[in-house]
């Protein structure tokens, strides 16, 4: 280039003003790149922590569900327990009437079989079937004991009627 003196001092003065400034402008286009990489990284940790909580309230919702429904289901059993106990009681206490009911007899003689009547009462002659325990929810299997009440009404000549009830068949 043939520069001398204060010319070439010049020269190399405005060549390392132009590289100066090419350095800044390099570092400021890399902070620029840096800040919008943090925003963008502080963005995706935003959407992170919003898709955990969503996340979490919906397990939280099941949770929530979950414990709605057992305690339905513990519901549901109780009730089912409450009116079998109802069942096993309406049917003891039909079961009592019927072998404690003391008929009249206006004639005052034998007129069915396995019965005797004297004067204007008539009960019931022969040997009694064993008798039941009753139910002990502590010690005892539901299935297995309403089985054994249904095997006992059967060896005793009752009959299942219509909804499942026992109907005896000597009166």
């Given at each position: 280039m043939g520069f001398k003196g204060t010319k070439l001092r010049d020269f190399i003065k405005e060549q390392q003003d132009l590289d100066r400034e090419e350095r800044n402008r390099l570092s400021k286009e890399q902070d620029?790149?840096?800040?919008?990489?943090?925003?963008?990284?502080?963005?995706?940790?935003?959407?992170?922590?919003?898709?955990?909580?969503?996340e979490e309230k919906q397990r939280e919702y099941q949770r929530e569900k979950d414990e709605k429904d057992r305690e339905f289901e513990v519901e549901q059993m109780n009730f089912e327990r409450v009116k079998m106990d109802f069942?096993?009681?309406?049917?003891?206490?039909?079961?009592?009437?019927?072998?404690?009911?003391?008929?009249?007899?206006?004639?005052?003689?034998?007129?069915?079989?396995?019965?005797?009547?004297?004067?204007?009462?008539?009960?019931?002659?022969?040997?009694?079937?064993?008798?039941?325990?009753?139910?002990?929810?502590?010690?005892?299997?539901?299935?297995?004991?309403?089985h054994r009440i249904e095997v006992y009404a059967e060896s005793q000549g009752w009959s299942k009627g219509h909804r499942g009830l026992y109907i005896c068949q000597h009166s």
């Amino acid at each position: 280039m043939g520069f001398k003196g204060t010319k070439l001092r010049d020269f190399i003065k405005e060549q390392q003003d132009l590289d100066r400034e090419e350095r800044n402008r390099l570092s400021k286009e890399q902070d620029k790149q840096r800040q919008h990489d943090r925003i963008q990284q502080h963005k995706n940790e935003q959407r992170e922590r919003e898709k955990e909580q969503s996340e979490e309230k919906q397990r939280e919702y099941q949770r929530e569900k979950d414990e709605k429904d057992r305690e339905f289901e513990v519901e549901q059993m109780n009730f089912e327990r409450v009116k079998m106990d109802f069942e096993l009681q309406m049917k003891a206490t039909a079961v009592k009437k019927a072998s404690s009911e003391v008929g009249e007899d206006e004639e005052g003689e034998d007129n069915k079989e396995g019965s005797v009547a004297s004067g204007h009462t008539r009960r019931r002659i022969g040997v009694k079937g064993p008798k039941m325990p009753c139910f002990d929810e502590r010690s005892h299997d539901m299935v297995s004991f309403l089985h054994r009440i249904e095997v006992y009404a059967e060896s005793q000549g009752w009959s299942k009627g219509h909804r499942g009830l026992y109907i005896c068949q000597h009166s």
